[in-house]
Each structure stands twice: as C-alpha cells, then as structure tokens.
C-alpha cells in the first residue's frame, strides 16, 4: 500500500504513481465490501428464520430418540422452557447460524478479494488449499460431535436411574449440542496448523514425525478436558480421529519434503561427530617476496608517493 502526500491542497492522499490504492481507497473498498457481506447475511438470516425449526428438531433428535423422551400422548419430546421468549430467541439464533452458512460463499468470497491483493501468488494457491480442505474437515467433525452427542446422552441418561425423572430445558440442551459441533470442528483444523508449519519450512516431515509421542498424548488430554460428557466413547473417538489427521498430514508433508528436495542438502547424511566435507576451491600457497638482507635494520625503506595528476578547467563541478 503506497501513499503519496499532497504538499498542497485540501486532500491528504492521491492515487500513487504505480497505480496502487491509498489508505483512503483501502477503507471505502473495505466499507463496500462489509455492506455487501452484511446484505448477504440478513438475506441468507431470513432463510434461516424459515430454517430454525426443522433444524432445531434435528439438533433434538438425539435426544428424542432415548426411551423416555418423548411424551406418549402428543408425541413430542419433553423439553422445559422457563421464560416466555426462550424459544423465540433460540430461534432467531438458530436462524442467524443457519444464515452464516447459507451466506458463506458471498462473505467469504468478500473476505478474500480485500485480502488478495496484498498476497504473492504461492501465497494465494496456500490460501486455496487450505480453504478447501477446512470445510470438510469442520464439516466431518461437526458430523462426528452429533453422534458422540447421542452415544454422550445415552450414557448420561442411564446414570441418572429409574427413580429419578429428567428433563432438559431447550435453551441450554441447544448450546450444548452446538459449542459440542463447534469445539469438534474446530479441533478438526489442527492438521491444517501442521501442514502450514511444513510448507512455510519450520518443520519437516521427520521432525513432526518424531513428535508422535508427545501429539497422541496432547491429543487425548484435550479431549478428556473440552468432551463435556464423562463417557470415555466421545474421548476416545475425537483423539483417535485427530491422531489419524495428523499421521495424514505427517504424510503429505513427506511428500512436500521430497518434492522440494528437502532432507538433501550437504550436512543432511552426516553425523554429529563427522567432519563435514567442504566443498570450495582452495587458493594456491605462493612464495612471499624476498627481503633484502642489505637493508639496514629499523630503517623503513622510502615510500614511493604517486605523480600529480594534471587537472583541467572541465574536470571541476
């Protein structure tokens, strides 16, 4: 971002001579673009306010689907509301999500062509690759967090025992299934952070490879503290499927380090104790200038100062 100042005149930037914007350019593109990814999600908001209940009895079915659950004379699962408005604004959170997603590609695509432009052109095809790989993953573990919610829920149900009768209250069963959706697909991103580790070259193939110890045991921690349920199915399942993400990544990061030619440079074969070979042309021993034995000692010889340099009329600035 090049600025040019006016030394005079009411206006503070102009356009550069190369063609580039100005701070001034730079915050209406950003305001244009934010007016249309705002436009873009109260459109996509009002799909979802026409979404949110199909949706919501989607997110309840795990539940739903536990003996007990449901009321046998209407058929309905029994969830408690305690205010008036609850359900009315579960709703309308609901639906503002669902807008996210339907109008993803427009604020994304915004996103990108403000940010773009300050990228180089390896950086812009990492910036693709990357993207196309985050959706499906946040999209497998929002996948694999619905059905550990269901295994999670059965399990926690048969605690509670026969003389005691519970009841969920819909706002707080709702959050729970959704931050369960989010924390897994987020967590699923993690061997994006791998693999940009590896293509930015601050750690090879080998050396994420050597970690393996140190990742499975982080792995299962994490999952024992962010799985809200204490069943050790869910545990078990999220850090099994970021170990298998990461021995992937390690993977494809092996094939980057054989397709840039890593792991060959000179001192890669050599151990800790080997000399190292040097590689350099050596410059040839000649004999020094002779001494003259005449001379007498302490006496420097006479320095020998150069001639005047004649000096014409046109040789001064």
Not at 5 to 11: A, D, E, N, V, Y
Request: aromatic share 12%; proline share 6%; with cysteine.
């Amino acid at each position: 971002m090049a600025f040019a100042l006016r030394k005079r005149g009411p206006k503070a930037f102009e356009r550069a001579a190369d063609g580039s914007m100005t701070l001034i350019e730079h915050v209406r593109e950003l305001r244009n673009r934010l007016f249309r990814a705002s436009l873009a999600i109260m459109i996509g908001f009002g799909f979802g306010i026409w979404l949110a209940e199909p949706v919501r009895l989607l997110l309840s079915k795990p539940y739903c689907d536990l003996p007990g659950s449901v009321d046998p004379a209407t058929d309905k699962c029994l969830f408690v509301q305690l205010g008036p408005a609850d359900l009315f604004l579960l709703n309308l959170k609901i639906g503002l999500w669902v807008g996210l997603i339907i109008a993803a590609p427009i604020w994304l695509y915004q996103l990108w062509a403000f940010i773009a432009p300050g990228l180089h052109r390896h950086e812009r095809r990492y910036a693709y690759a990357f993207t196309a790989l985050a959706a499906p993953l946040f999209a497998a573990g929002a996948v694999l967090a619905y059905f550990v919610t269901a295994k999670g829920l059965e399990f926690l149900m048969n605690v509670s025992g026969d003389d005691i009768s519970t009841t969920l209250e819909v706002t707080r069963y709702i959050s729970f299934v959704t931050n369960l959706i989010l924390l897994f697909g987020v967590a699923f991103e993690f061997p994006l952070i791998v693999l940009m580790l590896n293509f930015v070259g601050i750690a090879s193939a080998k050396r994420l490879l050597s970690w393996w110890r140190v990742a499975i045991f982080v792995f299962f921690a994490f999952s024992a503290v962010v799985t809200p349920t204490p069943d050790p199915f869910g545990m078990t399942a999220l850090a099994l499927c970021l170990s298998a993400l990461y021995f992937a990544a390690v993977g494809v990061a092996f094939i980057n380090d054989r397709r840039r030619g890593r792991g060959k440079e000179v001192y890669a074969g050599i151990d800790d104790d080997e000399v190292s070979p040097l590689e350099f042309d050596k410059d040839p021993v000649v004999a020094g200038q002779r001494v003259d034995s005449t001379a007498p000692i302490g006496v420097p010889e006479p320095i020998a100062r150069p001639a005047p340099i004649e000096r014409r009329y046109d040789d001064m600035t």
